[in-house]
């Protein structure tokens, strides 16, 4: 069971909190990444079944204010990640902008899934995919612009490009609005009041739940999302219903692969594709190899290969 999970709030110690998830981590058989900064806690974990439905209600009761957690279940017949990992650091999810703290606001709106379609297809929406530039490509909503942000720490700047490219006042009408979204939510939550206080934008609309609530409960053939949508484990990306996707990873480079990506002349299986093979040197392509090699002979033991911890081409 596939737990995606954050959550907001004052953590006054994070090392000590860390370590609190540490113990707790460890008792229930729980994998993943955490993240824990002074702002909230980040991330995606796994465990059995019957060890996440236990793990939970003891996570809540670790801090009080994980009431209200925002979590996404998804599943997998195979274990998504090979070892536990908790981080403590500035941020849960980077924007990089000095002196920002999340906060409401009452131009910020969350839009249920079921209603999305009809927001995003009304004239007076502008509508921005606040992910980076491979999540992008594997997929997205009809009509989104995309930032081309190799990471989220760019998303700010994008916003002022975007403000001068496409004022909301430019045409004398009313005022535009601005419809966001992101994988599970969480970007959103950080960045649109950041966009409220300074935007022209009349409303700022961000997707509750993120893309993976909509593939959970829009059927395909009402769907406005085409493509795959990039997920911070080893299913690489998910599609409708949140059924694993047909990516890969490279493991030279830890790009997002398609079958069409990996049916090129220039993808050799766990050591390079078209994105890294003009930028690895001999010596690592040589180790890649080498390690491609020990994985290769440690499947036909069932056994699995620790040195690819998994880790995505970039961060959130």
Same mark, same amino acid.
């Given at each position: 069971?596939?737990?995606?999970?954050?959550?907001?709030?004052?953590?006054?110690?994070?090392?000590?909190?860390?370590?609190?998830?540490?113990?707790?981590?460890? !008792?229930?058989?729980?994998?993943?990444?955490?993240?824990? @900064?002074?702002?909230?806690?980040?991330?995606?974990?796994?465990?059995?079944?019957?060890?996440?439905?236990?793990?939970?209600?003891?996570?809540?009761?670790? !801090?009080? *204010?994980?009431?209200?957690?925002?979590?996404?279940?998804?599943?997998?017949?195979?274990?998504?990640?090979?070892?536990?990992?908790? @981080?403590?650091?500035?941020?849960?999810?980077?924007?990089?902008?000095?002196?920002?703290?999340?906060?409401?606001?009452?131009?910020?709106?969350?839009?249920?899934?079921?209603?999305?379609?009809?927001?995003?297809?009304?004239?007076?929406?502008?509508?921005?995919?606040?992910?980076?530039?491979?999540?992008?490509?594997?997929?997205?909503? $009809?009509?989104?612009?995309?930032?081309?942000?190799?990471?989220?720490?760019?998303?700010?700047?994008?916003? $002022?490009?975007?403000?001068?490219?496409?004022?909301?006042?430019?045409?004398?009408?009313?005022?535009?609005?601005?419809?966001?979204?992101?994988?599970?939510?969480?970007?959103?939550?950080?960045?649109?009041?950041?966009?409220?206080?300074?935007?022209?934008?009349?409303?700022?609309?961000?997707?509750?739940?993120?893309?993976?609530?909509?593939?959970?409960?829009?059927?395909?053939?009402?769907?406005?999302?085409?493509?795959?949508?990039?997920?911070?484990?080893?299913?690489?990306?998910?599609?409708?219903?949140?059924? @694993?996707?047909?990516?890969?990873?490279?493991?030279?480079?830890?790009?997002?692969?398609?079958?069409?990506?990996?049916?090129?002349?220039?993808?050799?299986?766990?050591?390079?594709?078209?994105?890294?093979?003009?930028?690895?040197?001999?010596? *690592?392509?040589?180790? @890649?190899?080498?390690?491609?090699? *020990?994985?290769?002979?440690?499947?036909?033991?069932?056994?699995?290969?620790?040195?690819?911890?998994?880790?995505?081409?970039?961060?959130?």
């Amino acid at each position: 069971k596939i737990t995606a999970l954050y959550k907001f709030f004052d953590n006054s110690n994070p090392e000590e909190f860390k370590e609190k998830l540490k113990v707790l981590c460890k !008792e229930f058989g729980v994998t993943g990444m955490l993240i824990v @900064a002074g702002e909230g806690l980040n991330g995606t974990i796994a465990a059995e079944a019957v060890n996440m439905d236990a793990f939970l209600p003891r996570l809540f009761a670790l !801090e009080p *204010q994980l009431s209200g957690l925002e979590i996404k279940f998804s599943f997998s017949d195979e274990q998504p990640f090979y070892r536990m990992r908790i @981080a403590v650091k500035r941020e849960i999810v980077t924007l990089g902008v000095d002196g920002y703290n999340v906060h409401l606001s009452d131009r910020v709106e969350d839009i249920e899934p079921h209603d999305w379609n009809d927001l995003i297809s009304r004239e007076d929406v502008v509508l921005v995919d606040t992910r980076n530039d491979y999540e992008y490509s594997l997929g997205t909503f $009809e009509g989104a612009i995309d930032p081309q942000t190799k990471n989220f720490r760019e998303f700010p700047a994008f916003m $002022e490009r975007l403000e001068k490219r496409e004022d909301p006042t430019d045409d004398g009408s009313e005022k535009k609005s601005l419809a966001m979204f992101c994988t599970g939510g969480i970007r959103c939550d950080k960045v649109a009041a950041y966009v409220a206080d300074t935007s022209k934008y009349n409303k700022i609309y961000r997707l509750k739940g993120g893309i993976l609530k909509y593939l959970e409960e829009i059927p395909e053939e009402n769907s406005k999302w085409k493509g795959d949508c990039f997920v911070f484990d080893q299913r690489v990306t998910v599609k409708h219903g949140l059924v @694993a996707g047909e990516c890969e990873l490279c493991r030279g480079c830890r790009y997002p692969l398609t079958p069409d990506d990996r049916a090129r002349e220039d993808f050799k299986e766990g050591i390079h594709c078209r994105y890294c093979v003009d930028k690895l040197t001999p010596e *690592q392509m040589k180790s @890649a190899a080498e390690r491609h090699l *020990q994985i290769q002979l440690l499947s036909k033991r069932n056994q699995k290969h620790l040195g690819f911890e998994y880790q995505p081409h970039q961060k959130r």
